[in-house]
């Protein structure tokens, strides 16, 4: 993807000052989440975030919408490995520069290249889950691009991901949707529900829906985000990242309000996006932003 020069003006009346205050990634498209402090951004969002996916034995995508249990794979980075820790299960090791035979893969509409990661992968994820499963790996050779109809035009790549490289979320949205569940008498949620990447502060709750472009300043440079589509939910955010219980709290509160015309009803949460600047720099926690509007 061809990077895009910095365009936006410094003197945007419209802009607003940001904080990045947090980093997630998801090693494993479905499986759990690991918070980080930086995240180096590469061709297809944060590296190694939705790199691996599990599948079934005809390669489709097996998630949490199906599996709810995947979200108890709790994955940490260790040195040149990905440990891999869920309730009832020997610690699995994953060394990072290692895959077995050439596979392929299907994510949602797309059939894809991928590594398959072998034997004793697959029996974890099967006796985990207690369905036929294997784990992959995207094949960084395969290219598979978002919508380009929603990026304007831009070759966006993604790997394992829905359908875009990154997911901003805004953490007073969680806020102001954690005090309307408590107004229903219901618990509080983490963003961890809802799976973003990159968490803002700064903005006022729902300020997402009209964001354009992000720019953060990095000690490598500029990186510069352009926010493209909606989020639409699925029934995964009913189901709790600690416990894997599911419940209906979570999107029928969604559905009472954040019903978006712009996806004929379908009810969001966060925003999907790009990179249009900034391939091969480090995010960090507590790096400053500034984000423009599309009012």
């Known amino acids: ?14 802009a607003q000052a940001c904080t990045l205050v947090g980093l997630h990634l998801h090693p494993i498209k479905s499986c759990g989440s690991v918070l980080v402090q930086e995240a180096l951004l590469v061709e297809t969002g944060l590296d190694l975030d939705r790199a691996w996916m599990v599948v079934d034995g005809q390669g489709l995508m ?9 979200a108890l794979v709790q994955p940490t980075f260790k040195g040149d490995e990905l440990v891999l820790r869920a309730p009832g299960m020997l610690t699995l090791h994953l060394r990072l520069d290692t895959v077995e035979g050439d596979t392929r ?14 034997a004793l992968c ?17 094949d960084p050779e395969q290219q598979r691009l978002a919508d380009m109809g929603w990026t304007g035009g831009v070759a966006a790549e993604t790997a394992f991901a829905d359908a875009f ?4 979320a805004n953490a007073a949205s969680l806020a102001d949707f954690n005090a309307r569940l408590a107004a229903r008498g219901a618990g509080a949620v983490t963003m961890q529900r809802f799976r973003p990447n990159l968490v803002f502060s700064g903005w006022q709750s729902w300020d997402e829906d009209h964001v354009d ?18 989020c639409t939910r699925c029934t995964i955010p009913d189901v709790d990242a600690v416990t894997a219980a599911t419940s209906h709290e979570v999107g029928d509160l969604l559905t009472h309000f954040r019903a978006d015309p712009r996806m004929k009803g379908a ?12 391939f091969g720099r480090t995010l960090r926690v507590g790096q400053r932003a500034t984000a423009s509007y599309n009012f």
């Not at 893969?105 to 072998?118: E, F, I, L, T, Y």
């Not at 697959?122 to 995207?138: E, N, S, Y």
């Open 1 to 14: 993807m061809t990077q895009v020069p910095t365009q936006v003006p410094v003197d945007d009346p419209n």
């Open 62 to 70: 097996l998630t949490q919408r199906q599996w709810p249990r995947m």
């Open 105 to 118: 893969a299907q994510v949602h509409n797309d059939v894809v290249k991928a590594c398959d990661m072998g």
């Open 122 to 138: 697959a029996q974890w994820f099967t006796d985990f889950l207690g369905t036929t499963a294997r784990l992959v790996r995207f």
């Open 165 to 168: 490289p990154l997911l901003v």
């Open 213 to 230: 472009e992000i720019l953060l300043t990095t000690n490598e440079g500029p990186v510069r985000l352009k926010l493209v589509k909606p």
């Open 267 to 278: 009810v969001t949460f966060g925003a999907n996006a790009i990179v249009l600047e900034g």
